[in-house]
């Protein structure tokens, strides 16, 4: 039976949230991170539109908030390198399994991993020209996510900008990613969670009215392809 996403499935929790869920498991879905990212995640995108003209001002200051296995930093790293820019770029997770993971694959990225909570950075009052989070938003509560938007701006600074980036929650994303991964469930995807919880992360995302309707003021909502939603925030340029 197909599930019902007429609305969020709040309650439906994804595997890998599970503090005692299976380690090789979860390192393994770290590891595919990676792949996984960079067909439904559209990083090139970010990095074209947002960070490198940017890091072509001078240096930048990077933060991903609920980074993983930390394979947007080292992709991000790995092309600031190639195009000759600079920036210091901090791996964000509240889950000590992922943030001793991705610090031990930094593969010589220099990516800076913490972990600790936005509310952390906030208190020791760092600031970053650009601040990011890629399928976060679908994890948080409401008041969590009114905490997440509040303490991001702030870390942002005057002139940053943020940008949470997300799938958006439909019929279509679902039907695909459930085909896509199919054929790989038996391979490249076996022993991992991704198929599961992606389906899970489906089902719990938020649609465009819905994440507009939550949005404090001065945030935008974007779509894009595929079934891709951001929360935006930032100077008008951005």
Known sequence: ???????????????MDDPHADQRMLERTYRRFALINSVVSRPGLLYRRDIRPRARRGRVRILDVGSGGGDLC?????????????ADITALDADDRATRWASAHDAGAAVRYLCAHTADLVRAGETFDIVLSNHVLHHLGSDELQQLLSETRVLAGDGGLVVHGDIA?????????????????????????????????????????????????GWQVRTGIPSRIELRWGPADA
């Open 1 to 15: 039976m197909s599930p019902d996403l007429s609305v969020r499935a709040v309650a439906a929790h994804e595997l």
């Open 74 to 86: 080292r992709m991000l790293a790995a092309r600031l390198r190639r195009d000759g820019l600079s």
């Open 169 to 217: 929650r439909s019929r279509f994303a679902y039907v695909l990613f459930a085909a896509l991964t199919l054929p790989l469930a038996k391979n490249l995807l076996a022993g991992s969670f991704i198929r599961d919880d992606g389906l899970t992360s489906i089902r719990r995302s938020y649609t465009a009215p819905e994440l507009a309707a939550v949005a404090p003021s």
